[in-house]
């Protein structure tokens, strides 16, 4: 059975850094193209960032490009997303997510999904 756990989430101040993880079991993680959405209740889940299954192309939304790094390990068969100079506005349940189709910007091209961590900056 195909699961993706994330874990990294907490309470930082602004200007603070945290890592998340998304550990992958049960797919070929090496094949697949992965993403992290976040979602604040009451909005669509937004894109922050991806990776193509080789980890050479990243991609990274416009409100997050230069502060967060995403990465993976194909031995770990994980996922990170390190985020560096935190702000409120970043404040959201971050989840990860993965696809054998190409890498996207979009959650509709994602099949399978994590639990969700939350991530929550104060000012």
């Known amino acids: 059975q195909v699961q993706l756990v994330e874990s990294g989430g907490g309470l930082v101040q602004a200007g603070g850094s945290l890592r998340l993880s998304c550990a992958a079991s049960g797919r070929t993680f090496s094949n697949s193209a992965m993403g992290w959405f976040r979602q604040v209740s009451g909005k669509e889940r937004e894109f922050v960032a991806a990776i193509s299954p080789s980890g050479f192309y990243t991609y990274y939304s416009d409100s997050v490009k230069g502060r967060f790094t995403i990465s993976r390990d194909s031995a770990k068969n994980t996922m990170y997303l390190q985020m560096d100079s935190l702000k409120p506005e970043d404040t959201a349940v971050y989840y990860c997510?993965?696809?054998?189709?190409?890498?996207?910007?979009?959650?509709?091209?994602?099949?399978?999904w994590g639990q969700g961590t939350q991530v929550t900056v104060s000012s």
């Open positions: 997510a993965a696809t054998y189709g190409g890498v996207s910007t979009t959650p509709q091209a994602y099949d399978k």
